[in-house]
């Protein structure tokens, strides 16, 4: 089988769990690789569990099927580590990264003996200090970047830039927002 | 040069509509193909197309604008999934006996009830007699080459006949992945314009369409739908080869993954036909002589070929995403074992339905079906002809 890396995102509906996996997929098909973002279709219901998943390889990928077995795990809202298994299937070689004020050492005993790399980020702090509001999930792309080094901070940030200008280009306010949030939260991740 | 991007499958369809610029789009939104007249609407809003958008207020009534418009000699266009086909299905018959090359992209969901939104076959499969060609379509790629494909099909003058270009709901159509796209000039100059050899504003050569036909008269008609139908496959793989040296992407009637010397093989469509190649390169490099058949033309069948490709295997294992409930096998099964029947007997043949309503087929699922294959050529017993894979099955 190609070598592929495999991301599985846990949020809760409106958090922007989807996006984010679609934007680390947009990001990693910049810097030429082939890619898969999608999430776990469900009852969409504002604040339900979701799942999305992004898939980050050098060759094409034919493979269909949501991610069972994944090299990181990102979770956008820690109160889901109670009613979700997040690290089901996450190999031990990979990490997880979790959105909480909390260190790796605290949260530990929440991820069910997963005996990987623990990462925490305060992204609800980072977004509602530099956008404005608690939208943690392009703070959480920055962490799952620098975790992963599926690319370079350099590559990633100057990304960024270019497609939240083309996607906000009549909202110059979030551009900024969002580009301070990313540029602090690859530098806040804890447990590296 | 082809176009790099990332999409998904509802886009890159939408981005073919556009670049073909259709006379008439009618739609209604449907789950999970809203998104495909949703993006059209807003090319059409925006001018960059020349296209009439048709808001209608049912499926029926999309098909029924699609047949005006096609009738009136122009080119129209549409999408649904599940119910909205299911909604359609008179019109798809009189589409088809009208010989209206409509093109038509479903995207795969179940048929309710219970109700459902994800993927399955359910719905194109309940359409498979209704005279409509009908082509599969693995990931984003093959959907839009696939598309462009269709046009030239159904409007290639020994034809005439509509097309379904049919993909995986959500799995397809929602996953963003890359793609090659064409430019718009390449895409106009492959389509081309539609020349009608017949149409109902034509004032020089007056005629009518869909009149009464009793007894004297019907049983002919289908006769002749029945062979136009049987001569497509030879227009299929004319426009696909004119596709291959456009693109590079060859396209048949069905797509052989390691075939050539393969003992135990499965047929399959759609996008899990993917996940099955991972599974196949993994049994292979254990020295297991796998193989796949991906079928792309379901309608019309191809026959000779299906059982020419699959007579040399030992054991056969036809996946289903649809179940006929007939107390028989799935649609895809009864095709392929009275394919072979007369032309390839003694293939062990066992039928799977798999992923009813969108359960999700991993790669273990794959597996499961090879080893029953491998097991079926080491024994030379089948247990079980109609199975059911990664269901949970009553006491």
Same mark, same amino acid.
């Given at each position: 089988?190609?070598?592929?890396?495999?991301?599985?995102?846990?949020?809760?509906?409106?958090?922007?769990?989807?996006?984010?996996?679609?934007?680390?997929?947009?990001?990693?098909?910049?810097?030429g690789?082939?890619?898969?973002?999608?999430?776990?279709?469900?009852?969409?219901?504002?604040?339900?569990?979701?799942?999305?998943?992004?898939?980050?390889?050098?060759?094409?990928?034919?493979?269909?099927?949501?991610i069972?077995?994944?090299?990181?795990?990102?979770?956008?809202?820690?109160?889901?580590?109670?009613?979700?298994?997040?690290?089901?299937?996450?190999?031990?070689?990979?990490?997880?990264?979790?959105?909480?004020?909390?260190?790796?050492?605290?949260?530990?005993?929440?991820?069910?003996?997963?005996?990987?790399?623990?990462?925490?980020?305060?992204?609800?702090?980072?977004?509602e200090?530099?956008?404005?509001?608690?939208?943690?999930?392009?703070?959480?792309?920055?962490?799952?970047?620098?975790?992963?080094?599926?690319?370079?901070?350099?590559?990633?940030?100057?990304?960024?830039?270019?497609?939240?200008?083309?996607?906000?280009?009549?909202?110059?306010?979030?551009?900024?927002?969002?580009?301070?949030a990313?540029?602090?939260?690859?530098?806040?991740?804890?447990?590296? | 040069?082809?176009?790099?991007?990332?999409?998904?499958?509802?886009?890159?369809?939408?981005?073919?509509?556009?670049?073909?610029?259709?006379?008439?789009?009618?739609?209604?939104?449907?789950?999970?193909?809203?998104?495909?007249?949703?993006?059209?609407?807003?090319?059409?809003?925006?001018?960059?197309?020349?296209?009439?958008f048709?808001?209608v207020?049912?499926?029926?009534?999309?098909?029924?604008?699609?047949?005006?418009?096609?009738?009136a000699?122009?080119?129209s266009?549409?999408?649904?999934?599940?119910?909205?086909?299911?909604?359609?299905?008179?019109?798809?018959?009189?589409?088809?006996?009208?010989?209206?090359?409509?093109?038509?992209?479903?995207?795969n969901?179940?048929?309710?009830?219970?109700?459902?939104?994800?993927?399955?076959?359910?719905?194109?499969?309940?359409?498979?007699?209704?005279?409509?060609?009908?082509i599969?379509?693995?990931?984003?790629?093959?959907?839009?080459?696939?598309?462009?494909?269709?046009?030239?099909?159904?409007?290639?003058?020994?034809?005439?006949?509509?097309?379904m270009?049919?993909?995986?709901?959500?799995?397809?159509?929602?996953?963003?992945?890359?793609?090659?796209?064409?430019?718009?000039?390449?895409?106009?100059?492959?389509?081309?314009?539609?020349?009608?050899?017949?149409?109902?504003?034509?004032?020089?050569?007056?005629?009518?369409?869909?009149?009464?036909?009793?007894?004297?008269y019907?049983?002919?008609?289908?006769?002749?739908?029945?062979?136009?139908?049987?001569?497509?496959?030879?227009?299929?793989?004319?426009?696909?080869?004119?596709?291959?040296?456009?693109?590079?992407?060859?396209?048949?009637?069905?797509?052989? $993954?390691?075939?050539? =010397?393969a003992?135990v093989? %499965?047929?399959? +469509?759609?996008?899990?036909? /993917?996940?099955?190649?991972? &599974?196949?390169?993994?049994?292979?490099?254990?020295?297991?002589?796998?193989?796949?058949?991906?079928?792309?033309?379901?309608?019309?069948?191809?026959?000779e070929?299906?059982?020419?490709?699959?007579s040399?295997?030992?054991?056969?294992?036809?996946?289903?995403?649809?179940?006929?409930l007939?107390?028989?096998?799935?649609?895809?099964?009864?095709?392929?074992?009275?394919?072979? $029947?007369?032309?390839? =007997?003694?293939?062990?043949? %066992?039928?799977? +339905?798999?992923?009813?309503? /969108?359960?999700?087929?991993? &790669?273990?699922?794959?597996e499961?079906?090879?080893?029953?294959?491998?097991?079926?050529?080491?024994?030379g017993?089948?247990?079980?002809?109609?199975?059911?894979?990664?269901?949970?099955?009553?006491?």
């Open positions: 089988m190609s070598k592929v890396v495999e991301v599985r995102w846990h949020g809760r509906g409106g958090q922007g769990a989807k996006t984010a996996s679609e934007l680390l997929a947009a990001a990693a098909f910049n810097t690789k082939y890619v898969q973002g999608f999430p776990e279709y469900g009852p969409e219901r504002m604040g339900a569990p979701i799942a999305a998943f992004t898939r980050i390889s050098d060759e094409q990928i034919r493979i269909h099927s949501n069972y077995e994944p090299n990181y795990v990102v979770v956008i809202d820690e109160t889901l580590l109670d009613c979700v298994n997040v690290t089901a299937g996450l190999k031990e070689d990979g990490a997880i990264v979790v959105n909480t004020s909390k260190s790796p050492e605290e949260i530990k005993p929440a991820l069910e003996g997963y005996k990987g790399r623990v990462c925490t980020i305060d992204a609800r702090a980072i977004s200090e530099c956008i404005g509001r608690n939208i943690p999930n392009t703070p959480m792309l920055a962490a799952i970047v620098k975790v992963s080094g599926v690319m370079s901070e350099g590559e990633f940030l100057k990304d960024m830039e270019t497609s939240l200008q083309s996607k906000f280009a009549d909202k110059p306010h979030v551009i900024d927002g969002n580009m301070k990313v540029t602090r939260a690859v530098k806040e991740v804890n447990g590296i | 040069m082809a176009i790099r991007d990332k999409l998904s499958g509802n886009e890159a369809v939408s981005i073919a509509m556009k670049q073909i610029n259709p006379d008439v789009v009618a739609a209604y939104p449907i789950t999970p193909s809203t998104e495909v007249p949703q993006y059209f609407s807003t090319y059409a809003a925006d001018g960059l197309v020349d296209t009439e048709v808001a207020e049912s499926e029926h009534s999309a098909m029924s604008a699609c047949i005006g418009a096609q009738a000699g122009g080119r266009m549409t999408a649904t999934s599940a119910q909205g086909l299911a909604l359609m299905w008179e019109m798809l018959y009189i589409a088809s006996s009208y010989r209206l090359p409509i093109t038509m992209a479903v995207i969901r179940a048929l309710s009830g219970p109700i459902n939104i994800h993927c399955d076959h359910s719905d194109s499969m309940g359409a498979r007699d209704s005279g409509w060609i009908q599969y379509s693995e990931n984003n790629q093959e959907a839009y080459d696939n598309f462009l494909q269709a046009v030239r099909i159904g409007e290639h003058p020994d034809i005439m006949l509509p097309v270009d049919c993909f995986d709901g959500f799995i397809t159509s929602h996953k963003v992945e890359n793609i090659e796209l064409l430019e718009d000039d390449v895409v106009k100059k492959f389509v081309g314009k539609y020349n009608p050899p017949y149409h109902l504003m034509d004032k020089k050569n007056p005629m009518s369409m869909g009149p009464l036909s009793l007894p004297m019907y049983f002919e008609a289908k006769r002749q739908q029945a062979e136009v139908m049987k001569n497509t496959t030879k227009v299929i793989l004319e426009v696909a080869a004119e596709f291959e040296k456009l693109t590079g992407r060859k396209y048949g009637l069905f797509e052989e $993954y390691k075939m050539d =010397d003992e093989a %499965i047929v399959i +469509i759609n996008s899990t036909a /993917g996940t099955a190649k991972e &599974v196949v390169d993994k049994l292979r490099s254990q020295g297991v002589k796998a193989g796949l058949v991906k079928i792309r033309v379901f309608r019309p069948f191809p026959v070929e299906i059982a020419k490709a699959l040399k295997c030992k054991a056969v294992a036809v996946m289903d995403r649809a179940d006929s007939n107390g028989a096998g799935g649609p895809l099964f009864t095709d392929v074992t009275s394919a072979m $029947y007369g032309r390839a =007997d003694g293939v062990k043949m %066992i039928n799977y +339905i798999y992923g009813l309503g /969108g359960r999700d087929v991993k &790669v273990d699922d794959i499961v079906v090879y080893n029953e294959l491998q097991s079926i050529v080491k024994t017993k089948v247990k079980e002809v109609y199975n059911y894979l990664g269901v949970r099955e009553g006491k």
